[in-house]
């Protein structure tokens, strides 16, 4: 009986369901394990104490939760933390908001067409992320043609009535640098999840909806954004979870006012050369991310459990 349970199991969904199950718990869980193991331990010279340790036939369990209540008083890495959401927030939006038209546009075009739109989007991958960040630099510093654009048309005047820039033609190492590098490097996660599920749209329902008197405008509101709710869904986890963690960028484009959570790990990492405080740094930063997702898929599930 067991053995035909296992025949099942092999050679029906048993692998299909398993295998990202053992891949989450190789990459993520078990990482994500160590990582918390060095959050509570005390740093020694070149490691790290045990947290489980045998002494005089009596097994200890020692937990150091000081870096966490330290977390929780010390002002600064609130801040950071708000401030890391937000950016990451903002970056998701303008993402959602250039992104949804073009992938529109390319679920729209031709079927001779839409090969060439898809190479468009992803082309960029072909070059170093590295390398694509470090040329904002060069074009939004002094004499970059972008800033000169930006300046000429006055849009800095603009940019600074928003509190984006310190000051009028001020572009680089501002919270708008930082907002645009963020958006431009993520577009593609936003776009291709977006042109999957508008694709696969079937067109008699916008031509229903047509029939029964609803103008193009209410129709897009009412027919194509909520059949598109997954794809939105995907396309912002896709951007906004890298972007709470991102290092690279606020540290090439981002300024003293646009801390976020990277830059005080690679600080507690390596200036400080603090690990335990770092890895708690890091274990809230995933459960700030983890714990508002899970809800939402839980949410997601019972509202479509409950439309059945």
């Given at each position: 009986?067991?053995?035909?349970?296992?025949?099942?199991?092999?050679?029906?969904?048993?692998?299909?369901?398993?295998?990202?199950?053992?891949?989450?718990?190789?990459?993520?869980?078990l990482?994500?394990?160590?990582?918390?193991?060095?959050?509570?331990?005390?740093?020694?010279?070149?490691?790290?104490?045990?947290?489980?340790?045998?002494?005089?036939?009596?097994?200890?369990?020692?937990?150091?939760?000081?870096?966490?209540?330290?977390?929780?008083?010390?002002?600064?890495?609130?801040?950071?933390?708000?401030?890391?959401?937000h950016?990451?927030?903002?970056?998701?939006?303008?993402?959602?908001?250039?992104?949804?038209?073009?992938?529109?546009?390319?679920?729209?075009?031709?079927?001779?067409?839409?090969?060439?739109?898809?190479?468009?989007?992803?082309?960029?991958?072909?070059?170093?992320?590295?390398?694509?960040?470090?040329?904002w630099?060069?074009?939004?510093?002094?004499?970059?043609?972008?800033?000169?654009?930006?300046?000429?048309?006055g849009?800095?005047?603009l940019?600074?009535?928003?509190?984006?820039?310190?000051?009028?033609?001020?572009?680089?190492?501002?919270?708008?640098?930082?907002?645009?590098?963020?958006?431009?490097?993520?577009?593609?996660f936003m776009?291709l999840?977006?042109?999957?599920?508008?694709?696969?749209?079937?067109?008699r329902?916008?031509?229903?909806?047509?029939?029964?008197?609803?103008?193009?405008?209410t129709?897009?509101?009412?027919?194509?954004?909520?059949?598109?709710?997954?794809?939105?869904?995907?396309?912002?986890?896709?951007?906004?979870?890298?972007?709470?963690?991102?290092?690279?960028?606020?540290?090439?484009?981002?300024?003293?006012?646009?801390?976020?959570?990277?830059?005080?790990?690679?600080?507690?990492?390596?200036?400080?050369?603090?690990?335990?405080?770092a890895?708690?740094?890091?274990?809230?930063?995933?459960?700030?991310?983890?714990?508002?997702?899970?809800?939402?898929?839980?949410?997601?599930?019972?509202?479509?459990?409950?439309?059945?």
């Open positions: 009986m067991t053995l035909q349970r296992l025949k099942t199991w092999f050679g029906g969904r048993g692998p299909v369901i398993g295998l990202p199950y053992l891949f989450l718990l190789a990459f993520f869980l990482p994500f394990l160590v990582v918390f193991r060095i959050s509570v331990s005390e740093m020694e010279l070149v490691g790290f104490e045990d947290v489980l340790r045998f002494e005089d036939g009596v097994l200890q369990l020692s937990l150091k939760f000081s870096n966490y209540l330290f977390i929780l008083e010390d002002a600064l890495y609130l801040r950071t933390y708000l401030s890391s959401l950016y990451a927030a903002l970056a998701t939006l303008l993402c959602l908001l250039i992104g949804y038209p073009f992938a529109y546009f390319m679920a729209r075009a031709r079927p001779s067409l839409q090969p060439a739109l898809l190479m468009g989007v992803m082309l960029p991958f072909w070059t170093s992320f590295l390398l694509r960040v470090y040329a630099k060069g074009l939004l510093s002094e004499g970059g043609w972008v800033a000169e654009l930006i300046v000429g048309s849009l800095d005047q940019l600074y009535a928003l509190g984006l820039i310190p000051a009028p033609g001020k572009l680089m190492h501002t919270p708008f640098s930082l907002v645009l590098g963020m958006t431009y490097t993520y577009l593609p776009i999840p977006l042109y999957g599920n508008l694709a696969k749209l079937d067109l329902l916008l031509e229903a909806a047509a029939d029964l008197g609803a103008s193009p405008w129709a897009f509101w009412k027919v194509t954004v909520p059949l598109s709710r997954a794809g939105i869904v995907a396309g912002s986890m896709l951007v906004f979870i890298p972007c709470v963690g991102e290092y690279v960028i606020p540290e090439l484009l981002g300024g003293p006012e646009t801390l976020m959570i990277g830059r005080v790990l690679w600080d507690e990492f390596f200036a400080n050369n603090d690990w335990p405080m890895s708690s740094v890091a274990v809230v930063m995933v459960l700030l991310i983890i714990v508002p997702l899970m809800l939402f898929n839980r949410a997601q599930a019972a509202s479509q459990e409950a439309a059945r």
